[in-house]
C-alpha cells in the first residue's frame, strides 16, 4: 500500500477539524463555518460536524443555509398511507368487474403462437448453426412495461435516487448540527424537510434532531409527523422520541 504525504495532510485536516469542534476553540468557528459552506469543500462534512459539537447559536444560519430545498414529497398524506409501492386497500384482485391489462393491447402484433415440440427438437441442429449471427433480427415485439436498455440515452440525474438524495451526507450532518445547536429557530425549517423530498433516512434525521432541540415548538412538530407522516418507520420513532421527552 503506498503512502503519499498527502494521505497523512487530509488526515491531519480532518483530525483537526473534528478537534476544533470538540474543544470550541472560539477562534476557529468562522473559519469552520467557510469549510462548511464551501461548494464541493473536501472537509465540509466534517466542518459540519464540528459546528454541531462546537453549538455555537451564531452558526445557525450557516448551517440552515446548507438544506436545500427540495420538491415535495411523492407521498402524501392519504385515506390509505401505504408505506411502499403497491395497490391501495381498496384493490380487490378477485373483482372480475377491475379491467385487467392487457400487455400487449398498445401494438399491434399479437402473441407467438407456441411451436410443437418436435419442431423444436428439429430446430435445435439449425439454431447452434446461426449462433453469433443477429440475434436481434428474430425478437419479436417488446410488450410494453419491459425495461428496454438504450445505451444511447442521456442520463437524467432526476431518475437517479442517488443522485438526488445523495451529497456526501453534508445535508444530515447539517440536520443533526442544527439539533446540537438546541435552537428552535430551525425547528421550522427541519420540520418542512420532512414533508420534501422522498428520503426516509434524512426525515428520519430531522426526528432525531427535533428530539435534541427538545423545545415546545419541536415537541409540537415531533406529534405531527407521529399522527402524519405516511411512512410507519418515521411515525414509530417520533412517536418514541417524544415518548422519552416526556418521560
Known amino acids: 500500500m503506498a503512502c503519499r504525504p498527502d494521505d497523512f495532510r487530509r488526515q491531519a485536516a480532518s483530525l483537526g477539524i473534528r478537534l476544533a469542534g470538540l474543544l470550541a476553540i472560539a477562534?476557529?468557528?468562522?473559519?469552520?463555518?467557510?469549510?462548511?459552506?464551501?461548494?464541493?469543500?473536501?472537509?465540509?462534512?466534517?466542518?459540519?460536524?464540528?459546528?454541531?459539537?462546537?453549538?455555537?447559536?451564531?452558526?445557525?444560519?450557516?448551517?440552515?443555509?446548507?438544506?436545500?430545498?427540495?420538491?415535495?414529497?411523492?407521498?402524501?398524506?392519504?385515506?390509505?398511507k401505504i408505506d411502499e409501492d403497491g395497490p391501495g386497500p381498496d384493490f380487490d384482485p378477485e373483482d372480475e368487474g377491475v379491467p385487467k391489462p392487457d400487455p400487449w393491447e398498445d401494438g399491434d402484433?399479437?402473441?407467438p403462437t407456441p411451436p410443437p415440440?418436435?419442431?423444436?427438437?428439429?430446430?435445435?441442429d439449425e439454431a447452434d448453426d446461426d449462433v453469433?449471427?443477429?440475434?436481434?433480427?428474430?425478437?419479436?415485439?417488446?410488450?410494453?412495461?419491459?425495461?428496454?436498455?438504450?445505451?444511447?440515452?442521456?442520463?437524467?440525474?432526476?431518475d437517479d435516487l442517488f443522485a438526488r438524495t445523495a451529497d456526501g451526507g453534508l445535508t444530515?450532518?447539517?440536520?443533526?448540527?442544527?439539533?446540537?445547536?438546541?435552537?428552535?429557530?430551525?425547528?421550522?425549517?427541519?420540520?418542512?424537510?420532512?414533508?420534501?423530498?422522498?428520503n426516509l433516512g434524512l426525515h428520519s434525521s430531522v426526528v432525531?434532531?427535533?428530539?435534541?432541540?427538545?423545545?415546545?415548538?419541536?415537541?409540537?412538530?415531533?406529534?405531527?409527523?407521529?399522527?402524519?407522516?405516511?411512512n410507519a418507520l418515521v411515525r414509530t420513532l417520533a412517536r418514541q422520541t417524544l415518548q422519552r421527552l416526556n418521560g
Not at 449471427?133 to 410494453?144: F, M, R, S, V
Not at 428530539?211 to 415531533?222: C, F, Q, T, V
Open 109 to 111: 402484433e399479437v402473441p
Open 172 to 198: 444530515e450532518a447539517a440536520v443533526l448540527a442544527l439539533g446540537k445547536l438546541g435552537e428552535s429557530a430551525a425547528v421550522t425549517r427541519l420540520s418542512a424537510l420532512t414533508r420534501e423530498g422522498d
Open 132 to 158: 453469433g449471427e443477429d440475434d436481434d433480427a428474430n425478437d419479436g415485439p417488446t410488450p410494453p412495461g419491459d425495461v428496454v436498455e438504450n445505451d444511447d440515452a442521456p442520463y437524467d440525474p432526476t
Open 208 to 230: 432525531v434532531s427535533l428530539g435534541l432541540i427538545a423545545s415546545p415548538p419541536a415537541k409540537r412538530e415531533l406529534r405531527a409527523i407521529s399522527e402524519g407522516h405516511p
Open 117 to 124: 415440440e418436435d419442431a423444436i427438437d428439429n430446430g435445435r
Open 27 to 80: 477562534e476557529a468557528r468562522v473559519c469552520l463555518e467557510r469549510l462548511a459552506t464551501t461548494p464541493q469543500g473536501t472537509y465540509a462534512v466534517h466542518a459540519v460536524e464540528a459546528l454541531g459539537n462546537f453549538a455555537d447559536p451564531r452558526s445557525l444560519q450557516a448551517l440552515l443555509a446548507l438544506i436545500p430545498t427540495m420538491p415535495p414529497r411523492p407521498f402524501e398524506e392519504g385515506t390509505d
